[in-house]
């Protein structure tokens, strides 16, 4: 069983930074996705940033190309979400998740909810104006 735990979520003003970890454990082998979500009350979950540990190849939101670095401690197996340049509209509750069943995923599968088998808790991010 994966658990995923996330933390580093805070409240920051515009133009600040923050940097999420989510820690993970259970996985057995094999290469699989792990990704970053955020989620307002009353809207859909939406992808931000993935990343394939095949090659490390990752993906991101046309919404945070630039400002968000996805990365990943291999040693720890922890994710990381860098956030740089916070806009208000960045303010959402944040989940960690992975899918340890997909081979290759196109950017729009890999950043959707469908294919992701675990989840974290999630952080919550709050940037103010």
């Known amino acids: 069983q994966v658990v995923l735990v996330e933390s580093g979520g805070g409240s920051v003003q515009a133009g600040g930074s923050l940097r999420l970890s989510c820690a993970a454990s259970?996985?057995?082998?094999?290469?699989?996705?792990m990704a970053w979500f955020r989620q307002v009350p009353g809207n859909e979950r939406e992808g931000v940033a993935a990343i394939w540990t095949g090659d490390e190849r990752t993906y991101y939101a046309d919404s945070v190309k630039g400002r968000f670095t996805i990365s990943r401690h291999n040693a720890n197996n922890t994710l990381y979400l860098q956030m740089n340049s916070l806009k208000p509209e960045d303010t959402a509750m944040y989940y960690c998740?992975?899918?340890?069943?997909?081979?290759?995923?196109?950017?729009?599968?890999?950043?959707?909810?469908?294919?992701?088998?675990?989840w974290g808790q999630g952080t919550q991010v709050t940037v103010s104006s």
């Open positions: 998740a992975a899918d340890t069943l997909s081979p290759i995923l196109t950017a729009i599968q890999a950043l959707g909810t469908r294919v992701y088998n675990f």
């Open positions: 259970g996985f057995t082998s094999g290469t699989y996705y």
